[in-house]
């Protein structure tokens, strides 16, 4: 009964650790998404795809899926998604901690035995090795903190020869399940080096107790419950129309992430032959997938037998497989992933030394070499697509330390060096008591232990800086990320289309509330949840959510309704001009022009939001002007209209008062606006003035208006002759001016 109680309150006491911690890390910090597919997969089961709520998230589970999405949907308001996204890591800790409590034998401080030292040190751990990846939320990594505390804890637990309990096992079954749920492949990586637990706590005495009733239960559960959820998942996806998506997921993913896209000028026969243009494969480099109607996943069938060809020309055998040690190389190296590959290097190696110690040297070096054997099968397996992505390297180091620390803990136990039970233990504590001996480790003394404490401190609070540092500098992307949300939903009647790359960096907080739940509320409109923009291609195009979205706009085709319905806007950021997506939109409409009619800016960052329409306006080409002269840097004054995209005028110096462009064309014009085509937001005119003449001589000023200082309009003058003045510079921070290309609008000649 007093045992029982023990355990309450060190469950209890945990969790409390646990709570303040991550209370203080969201005040103090903040949590963020680190990518944007846990954007995508937050607005699918909350409803802000579709408008309902939905468990279909492709990369998770749909049982974890149908949770969330109940939540969702018994309880709107808040942001279930993102609170169980960091729920991972707190569980995680929950758990650890309470295994310190359960099963660490503690410190003697003077005497006294105390978990405190151990539970100290841990949270110094877990700042410095796993706080960056904590505050900073991708699925992948909060999957990895499920599945380390299941080792963590199973690896502290007593042996089924020892006495496991059954609940003991359920709660490892639990959190293999949240691993497997949250992400299939960290599970497998998870199992790897469960095997090897398994193999050393198991049969570390005697190789029988591998099939010992206690051990085959838990490998029972673990399967049967894993088994379940994949089941439930295969059943959830069962229907022709999402097994022909996941069919071409499958071969997207490979042909981004493995094999890309070849480039067309070398391989243009083989494009032809595809019935592929160049601006079309320019659209699928960059991702945008909609951006023409001719692609759908036939398409990419024969893409993917392109790629697949073309990468296996270009890197033979040897190619691959020294591409593969180098990046498994990358992998280990300090300046990626900081003092996690070295401590996971370290403790092995500390292992081995541990078990060359012990009885049976032969059979502890065998187990060494086949643990360590069986992870370079794990790096080489996954290093030689050539792609290993750095939070795939997070977990399989995660787990391949605390797989080592749990291991060597057993080993030290095995030789009889925990500092617990036996007489000689006893009397080594009281050898130390009058000295203050401190057993943080076994044989660590006092001293030892206050340096080693105070080390991990002072990295620990490096670790917390680096944490804070990063998400100051996520603060800009984040604020653009909501400032678009915002502007779309303050124009619901439109629906915008956006640049998978514009919008790659932009990412958001993970919030308590569901804002835009709290906004449907206040405007009136609780039912209508779903969000009126969507990427021009990622994971779910082509996806029954996708086509759903589409359908529910009276979306049949992306180019189309660009350019034919007055309420579709293009959103792209200010250095990807999109070029080919004009194009593929002149191929099908000659007459088409393109606006920018805002522009959006936080810091850095700028989104041109551009309206494609078909009128009585025309856009004059380069061939259309004469000449262009500047003020200052004439000799390259004809680069902002030789009709090369890539090359641009700049003034050399920060703008100032009175600089000017003249710009004569080839005949007089009624002209209505121009657009300066900017790489650099920051170097768009202050104050721009625009005078119009037809004879050069005499000038009008015009009544401009301006989207951003990037495009401006003006009522109908006729005119040959432009002239650009600037004003008086605004702001303390001045910026050179420079133009890639300058766009004139003219009425159309009838």
Known sequence: ???????????????????????????????????????????????????????????????????????????????????????CHAAAMWVMLTAIFFYSPGSFVRGRQTKVLGVIFFLLAFTLLWLPQAVRVQFSTCAASAGTAALFWYGMGPAARQGRRLWEDLVTVALAAVC????????????????????????????????????LRLLVFVALASGLLYLADCHAYESPEWQEYLEFNQIRSSVYDYYEIPDYETYRDRYEALGLSEETVQALQDANILADDRVDTETFRQLYDLARQVYEEENPLPRRLSGCLELIKENFSPSVYGYLSGLSV?????????????????????????????????????????????????????ESAA????????????????????????????????????????????????????????LAWGSYD???????????????????EEYCASHSDCFYFADVYSLSAHTGRVEFLNRRFQRSQASGNEERRAVNYMRMGDWMTFSPLANEKLAGRGIESVTDSLVTDSQVYLIVRDDNPMDYLKTICREQFPQVTWHVTDVLNVGEFHMYVYQFTVNKEQMLGSDRIEQVQTSVNPQESG??????????????????????????????????????????????????????????????????????????SFPTVRGRYIRLVLGQPQGDEQWNWSVYEIQIFAKEEV
Not at 186 to 197: D, K, P
Not at 474 to 482: K, L, V
């Open 639 to 712: 680069l902002m209209a030789d009709g090369d995209s890539a090359t641009r005028w700049n003034s050399g110096r920060p703008q100032e008062e009175g600089m000017t462009i003249d710009i004569r064309l080839d005949q007089s014009y009624e002209l209505t606006g121009l657009r300066l085509d900017l790489f650099f937001y920051e170097d768009h005119p202050d104050n721009l003035q625009i005078y119009i003449s037809e004879n050069g001589t005499d000038w009008q000023l015009t009544e401009a208006e301006s989207a951003g200082q990037v495009e401006f």
């Open 466 to 484: 680096q944490a804070r540092a990063e998400a100051d500098g996520r603060a800009e992307a984040q604020q653009m990320a909501e400032l678009i």
């Open 403 to 458: 797989a080592a620390f749990l291991l060597w803990r057993m080993a030290a136990a095995a030789a009889g060096e925990q500092v617990e039970n036996t007489a000689r233990e006893r009397e080594t504590a009281e050898k130390w008591r009058d000295r203050g001996g401190v057993f943080l480790l076994p044989g660590l003394r006092l001293r030892d232990g206050a340096l080693l404490l105070a080390l991990t401190a002072l």
């Open 180 to 215: 497997l749920c949250v992400r299939i492949e960290v599970f497998c990586i998870t199992g790897a080096f469960a095997v090897i637990l398994y193999m050393g706590k198991e049969g570390g005495r005697d190789l029988r107790g591998l099939f010992s009733r206690g051990a």
């Open 1 to 87: 009964m007093r045992d029982f109680t023990y355990k309450k309150r060190y469950v209890l006491a945990a969790f409390l650790i646990t709570a303040v911690y991550f209370a203080a890390i969201w005040k103090l910090i903040g949590f963020s998404y680190a990518i944007n597919d846990d954007i995508n997969m937050r607005d699918i089961v909350s409803g802000a795809y579709t408008g309902q709520p939905d468990g279909h998230m492709i990369f998770i589970l749909y049982p974890m899926g149908f949770v969330l999405k109940w939540l969702y949907t018994w309880l709107p308001m808040v942001e279930w998604y993102g609170i169980a996204m960091v729920g």
């Open 346 to 398: 370290f403790l092995w190696l500390l292992l081995l030394g541990r078990l060359l110690k012990g009885p049976d040297r032969k059979k502890g070096l065998l187990f060494w070499a086949g643990a360590v054997g069986l992870q370079a099968c794990l790096w080489l397996y996954l290093g030689w697509g050539g792609r290993l992505p750095e939070r795939v390297g997070l977990c399989l180091h995660l």
